[in-house]
C-alpha cells in the first residue's frame, strides 16, 4: 500500500480538480460503523474495468479489476493496484470529463461493509457483506503493481454455469415454407458470417462457425461487451456488411481476410460491419440451449440492446409468406423459419429451423482453375468447383463471373502455392485445360440450379470464406 505520509498526494497530482467532479483529496477519520466500507465502481473508461476500494485508516486502498470480481473460485482475475483515494470517492458516481485522467461514466456497482482478516503489504483476505458482492475473498501480489483476487468460499449460486469456452453453432435445413400452423416464427436470412458472441467481464470474443478467433477483425463491435457491463451472454448472430442498407456479402470480403491492424482499424471507422444477433444462448451463469425459441428471444429482447454497431432485429410470428416476398422484393437471400418450440442445438443441422430461399447459394471447394482468354489471358478465368460426397470430391462445374479485378489477382495469387499435378477430384473429369490445386479453399457461389448430373448451372461467385472447412461442404439441398 502507500508508504508516504501523504498518501494521497499520487490521487492529487493526477487530477485537475477545476476540471473534474471527483472529491479533492483529503484524507478522512475513523470509520463510524463497526466494520470498515468498501465500494465497487464500473468504470466506462478508455477500456471497461471495475475499481475495488476498501476502507483503510482514512483512505480507500483501490485495485482495478479488469474483468469484475470473480464470482467462483475456479477463476482468479487480476487485480491492478493503483493510487489510493479519499473516503469522499465511495459515494462518487458521474462522468469525468474528456482529457481528464480516467476519463469515463463511473458508477456504483456495489456497496457495503467488510470483514478484515489479514491486510499486509502483498495480501488482502476479506469478507464482503455488499448488495451483490459477498464472501471471502483473498487478494495476493504477484509482481510489482499486478494482484489477483481469488474467491475462497463456494460460490454463491452453486447453479452457475461458466461461459463456455466455444460452441458450435446450430444449422439450419433447406425447404418450402412451413405450413401456417402458430408453431413457426420467421427472420431474415442475413447474408454475412456466421459469428457466436461470448462476452464476460465487459469484453466481447467472437468465434466463426469453425471455431476460429475473429475479434480482432471487427475491433467496433467490441463495444457490445462494454455496453453489457459486468452481465456474461452467449450470443449466436451474423458479422454483416451493408450497401445501400442490403447486406452484401462481396463487400463483407474487404474485411474478412485482412491481415493488416492499421487496415483493420481504418476500415472500421470508414465502412464498418454490424453484428445482427438473433439468438441468446447463454444468460448470467445459466445455459439457455434447452429452452425453447420462443423463451430465448423473450430473454434477448429483454437485454434492451441496442448500438451504433450491433442490432437485434424484429423477427415474426405466423404470416411467413409476406415476410418472403417483402424479403424478395428487396433483394434479400430468403428468410429462416423456426419453431418456437425448438430448443437450440449447436453443432446439428435441424428440421426445426428452415431456410427458405429466394436466391440460390451454396459453398463449394476450389479443386482447379481454368485460365482466361482476351483481358485474362494467361491467369485466372474461372475455378473448377466440387462437393465433398462420401468422403471424394466430386466435380460441381466452374465459375468464372463474379470476380472483381482486385479478386480475380488476390483468389489467383492463393491458388498458385496450392498447385498439384494430379486431379484432386473422383468420378467424372473437369475440363481438359484444369490447373489442379490442394481442394484446401472453399468459395460461396449463386446458381440458378443443381442438375441430375451434380454440376451447378450459371454459377455467380460471391467470395472465399474461411469459417468452413473443405470436408464439410457437400451438394446443397435442392
Same mark, same amino acid.
Given at each position: 500500500m %502507500?508508504?508516504?505520509?501523504?498518501?494521497?498526494?499520487?490521487?492529487?497530482?493526477?487530477?485537475?480538480? $477545476?476540471? /473534474?467532479? !471527483?472529491?479533492?483529496?483529503?484524507a478522512g477519520a475513523a470509520p463510524d460503523g463497526p466494520l470498515p466500507r468498501f465500494v465497487v465502481h464500473e468504470h466506462h473508461a478508455r477500456a471497461l474495468h471495475w475499481d475495488l476500494r476498501l476502507e483503510r485508516e482514512g483512505v480507500l486502498v483501490s485495485w482495478a479489476v479488469p474483468k469484475g470480481i470473480p464470482p467462483d473460485p475456479a477463476r482468479n482475475n487480476l487485480a491492478v493496484h493503483t493510487e489510493d483515494?479519499?473516503?469522499?470517492?465511495?459515494?462518487?458516481?458521474? %462522468?469525468?470529463?474528456?482529457?481528464?485522467?480516467?476519463?469515463?461514466?463511473?458508477?456504483?456497482?456495489? $456497496?457495503? /461493509?467488510? !470483514?478484515?482478516?489479514?491486510?499486509?503489504e502483498d495480501e488482502v483476505m476479506i469478507t464482503f457483506h455488499g448488495e451483490r458482492l459477498h464472501g471471502r475473498y483473498v487478494l495476493f501480489r504477484t509482481r510489482g503493481k499486478d494482484w489477483?483476487?481469488?474467491?475462497?468460499?463456494?460460490?454463491?449460486?452453486?447453479?452457475?454455469?461458466?461461459?463456455?469456452?466455444?460452441?458450435?453453432?446450430?444449422?439450419?435445413?433447406?425447404?418450402?415454407?412451413?405450413?401456417?400452423?402458430?408453431?413457426?416464427?420467421y427472420e431474415i436470412k442475413w447474408d454475412g458470417v456466421r459469428a457466436i458472441g461470448f462476452c464476460e467481464g465487459g469484453r466481447?470474443?467472437?468465434?466463426?462457425?469453425?471455431?476460429?478467433?475473429?475479434?480482432a477483425r471487427y475491433p467496433e463491435l467490441r463495444e457490445l461487451g462494454?455496453?453489457?457491463?459486468?452481465?456474461?451472454?452467449?450470443?449466436?448472430?451474423?458479422?454483416?456488411?451493408?450497401?445501400?442498407?442490403?447486406?452484401?456479402?462481396?463487400?463483407?470480403?474487404?474485411?474478412?481476410?485482412?491481415?493488416?491492424e492499421h487496415a483493420v482499424r481504418r476500415l472500421a471507422q470508414s465502412d464498418p460491419v454490424h453484428y445482427v444477433i438473433f439468438d441468446l444462448l447463454h444468460l448470467d451463469g445459466r445455459s439457455l440451449l434447452d429452452r425453447p425459441y420462443e423463451d430465448r428471444r423473450t430473454a434477448l429482447a429483454e437485454l434492451g440492446l441496442g448500438g451504433s454497431s450491433w442490432q437485434v432485429p424484429a423477427h415474426h410470428v405466423g404470416d411467413g409468406a409476406a415476410l418472403l416476398e417483402l424479403?424478395?422484393?428487396?433483394?434479400?437471400?430468403?428468410?429462416?423459419?423456426?419453431?418456437?418450440?425448438?430448443p437450440y442445438t449447436p453443432g446439428r443441422r435441424s428440421s426445426g429451423w428452415v431456410k427458405v430461399k429466394n436466391i440460390r447459394r451454396t459453398d463449394a471447394v476450389v479443386g482447379g482453375w481454368l485460365p482466361g482468354d482476351g483481358g485474362r489471358a494467361g491467369r485466372l478465368g474461372a475455378l473448377v468447383i466440387g462437393f465433398r460426397q462420401?468422403?471424394?470430391?466430386?466435380?460441381?462445374?466452374r465459375v468464372g463471373s463474379g470476380f472483381t479485378e482486385i479478386e480475380l489477382v488476390r483468389v489467383g495469387a492463393l491458388l498458385e502455392p496450392l498447385a498439384r499435378a494430379s486431379s484432386p477430384f473422383s468420378g467424372r473429369r473437369p475440363p481438359k485445360l484444369t490447373r489442379f490445386?490442394?481442394?484446401?479453399?472453399?468459395?460461396?457461389?449463386?446458381?440458378?440450379?443443381?442438375?441430375?448430373?451434380?454440376?451447378?448451372?450459371?454459377?455467380?461467385?460471391?467470395?472465399?470464406?474461411?469459417?468452413?472447412?473443405?470436408?464439410?461442404?457437400?451438394p446443397p439441398e435442392d
Open positions: %502507500e508508504g508516504d505520509a501523504d498518501r494521497l498526494a499520487r490521487y492529487r497530482s493526477k487530477r485537475d480538480f $477545476a476540471a /473534474t467532479p !471527483e472529491p479533492p483529496g483529503e483515494h479519499p473516503l469522499r470517492y465511495i459515494d462518487f458516481s458521474g %462522468e469525468i470529463p474528456s482529457g481528464s485522467y480516467g476519463a469515463g461514466t463511473m458508477s456504483i456497482w456495489d $456497496a457495503g /461493509t467488510y !470483514e478484515t482478516h489479514k491486510f499486509r489477483m483476487i481469488h474467491r475462497m468460499d463456494p460460490p454463491e449460486d452453486p447453479a452457475r454455469e461458466a461461459v463456455p469456452e466455444q460452441l458450435a453453432p446450430m444449422l439450419a435445413s433447406t425447404g418450402p415454407l412451413p405450413p401456417e400452423d402458430g408453431r413457426w416464427a466481447l470474443r467472437l468465434a466463426s462457425r469453425n471455431g476460429r478467433d475473429i475479434t462494454r455496453a453489457l457491463g459486468s452481465r456474461d451472454a452467449v450470443f449466436d448472430g451474423e458479422v454483416v456488411a451493408f450497401e445501400d442498407g442490403r447486406p452484401s456479402f462481396q463487400k463483407l470480403q474487404g474485411r474478412m481476410h485482412l491481415s493488416s424479403s424478395r422484393a428487396q433483394g434479400l437471400e430468403g428468410i429462416i423459419a423456426k419453431r418456437r418450440d425448438c462420401e468422403g471424394e470430391l466430386r466435380y460441381a462445374g490445386v490442394e481442394p484446401e479453399l472453399v468459395c460461396t457461389v449463386n446458381y440458378a440450379e443443381l442438375t441430375q448430373a451434380g454440376t451447378l448451372r450459371h454459377p455467380s461467385y460471391k467470395g472465399l470464406r474461411d469459417d468452413v472447412a473443405p470436408e464439410d461442404v457437400g
